[in-house]
């Protein structure tokens, strides 16, 4: 991050290549939550969550990522179900498209409609 705002007072303003190469995250940037593990889990989970972005249906864990703030509580808490991805990418097309983990086919029906996937 430093370096970004060293070169950025030397040189004035400074852009990057992206979207046309990979734009790699500074170390430590925490981009988005993934669920690494989306079975058998109790309603603790839920708990950990201070937006209530965590939800268990059915033993099976869903992560609301535009309810997440980032603040790490479930990664810290089960590492072994939840984990960063240092990227930047993260926009959808709908909000329901923002749900990941344990979502059925009916949760995913208007994303696929949008793109055309039938």
Sequence with gaps: ???????GLHRGRVTTRYPFTNEEPFVGFRGRVDVLDDG??????????PTGAIQVRDGRVRLDRGRCILCGACVEAAPDRFAFRATYETATRRRSSLVVGAVDDQDLAPTRRALGDR
Excluded: N, T
């Design 1 to 7: 991050m430093l370096e970004w705002i060293l070169r």
């Design 40 to 49: 058998a889990a109790d309603r603790d989970v839920e708990a950990v969550c």
